[in-house]
Structures are given as C-alpha cells and as structure tokens.
C-alpha cells in the first residue's frame, strides 16, 4: 500500500509560494525515490510494473508543476531520472509502452538537448525513445509476416512484398527514421571526443537494421550497409561483445559491405 501513499504525496506543494524553492528540493527528493523504485521493479520484478504505472505518472506531473527541466544546472539529475522513467515506460516494449511517459521523456530530452546539442547522453536517450516505441509495431509486422508464410504465402516478408508500402510499415519508418538520425547524431559526438562505446554503436546499428527491415529496395541497402560498418567498430571496441544475433548479423551479412 505505500505505493498509493508515495504517489499521493506530491499534493500539497504547490500551495506555499514563500518557502517554493525548498518544496521543490521536497519534490525533486519524491521523485528520486520513485524513480529508484522504478529503476528496481524493472530490473528484478518486471511483472509487478503494471502496478507502479500510476508512481511513474505522480513523478512526471511533479516534474512539470516545477519546470524541472528548464533548470541546465541539474543536468546529471536530469539524464538519470530519465533513464529511470524511460526504461520504465518501455518495460514490454513489444506489447507497446506507458505512452503518457513515453512522451514525457521525449520532450524532457528534447528540452535538454537545447541546451546541450551535441551532448551523446541525450542524443542517445532520445534514439532509444524512438527505437523503443518502434519495437510494438515492428513485433506486429512480424507477427503478421509470420502468419502470411504459415498460410503459404512464400513472398510475405521478402524485400519485394508489397506490403512494405502498408500503414504499420509507413508507421515503423516513422519511429525509426528519428531513431536512425539521433544515434547518428550520438555517435558523431563520441567520436569527436573520443567516447563513443560498443553499446552506442551497437544501438545505432539496430536502428538501422530495423529500418532497412521496413524499407523497400533498393533504399534497404544502404541501411543494411550503415549497419554493418557501426557493427564492424561494435565488435573492434575493447571490452565490448556484441549480443548473439548482432554478431550472427555481422557474420552472415558483412562479406558484402566493403
């Protein structure tokens, strides 16, 4: 029952403007505390997150009520709470995500990001948000392509099918396109300065295989081929080891990108 307590609490701060800096810090505190809350359901007790749907929601309302992320002074607090609500949001990415939140932490990154243009944890956040809410659409394209084949029809899910030009098709490119852009934009600043890890590479490299999977010839190539080449520096990066399936991927498909 705390829980119902813990999102109850932010009630009663908007109400005294003489002390409002300091129920703001009270405010700030709150949210820390869900937020670490939700950092933990996710990680080790994903099926009870439906029930902390409703914290998440009293943490982004408290957040707006005091312009929290106006403030570029409280860059670090921003970039963790955000992680924190976002990897929330997207705790069953393929059945879809907390859509409210989702777009909460959107517009948080994007109100950062003005402030900090070329900073790689944002432009990170804000790829994974898109590639993240692509992942509901792309399961049912898959889903469907899947029953397509079982009926017999061979050229369900062929580069040539069609259907690429159908609604969730037109509907994952548009989550992926922004996704593909700002990993871009990510791994342009790690390299400019020298940070770019295996995991940012690898995620650029999976927004993109995903949008050459949506993508009609001969535009799927050219994705295809940016994939590998940010798979190639994945796997060169020290200490870094490519997930099962990027590396099948880079295997299978790298002898024809030069």
């Known amino acids: 029952m705390s829980r119902q307590s813990k999102s109850s609490k932010h009630s009663h701060h908007s109400k005294s403007g003489g002390s409002s800096s300091s129920n703001n810090e009270d405010v700030v505190e709150q949210v820390k505390s869900i937020v670490t809350l939700l950092y933990e359901v996710v990680s080790s007790r994903p099926e009870e997150c439906e029930a902390y749907i409703p914290s998440a929601r009293s943490a982004t309302s408290a957040l707006d009520q005091i312009h929290f992320f106006r403030d570029p002074q409280r860059f670090a607090e921003q970039v963790w709470i955000l992680h924190g609500l976002q990897q929330f949001a997207f705790y069953d990415a393929d059945a879809g995500s907390i859509r409210d939140v989702t777009e909460f932490c959107q517009t948080s990154w994007l109100r950062i990001l003005r402030n ?17 809410r692509s992942q509901s659409t792309l399961a049912q394209i ?70 050459g999977n949506v993508t009609a010839p001969p535009g799927d190539e050219r994705h295809f081929s940016h994939a590998i080449r940010y ?23 790298g002898r024809y990108v030069s």
């Open 231 to 253: 798979l190639r520096r994945a796997e060169a990066t020290p200490g870094y080891t490519l997930s099962v399936y990027m590396q099948q991927y880079l295997n299978d498909y």
């Open 142 to 211: 898959h889903q469907e392509e899947g029953d397509s084949s079982s009926q017999g029809s061979s050229s369900a899910g062929s580069p040539s099918d069609p259907r690429r030009q159908g609604p969730l098709y037109v509907e994952a490119r548009g989550s992926l396109q922004p996704a593909v852009d700002f990993f871009a934009r990510a791994v342009r600043s790690a390299d400019a300065n020298g940070t770019t890890t295996g995991e940012l590479l690898a995620s650029a490299a999976e927004s993109q295989m995903s949008l």
């Open 116 to 132: 900090f243009p070329d900073n790689v944890e944002v432009l990170n956040g804000l790829g994974s948000n898109w590639l993240q």
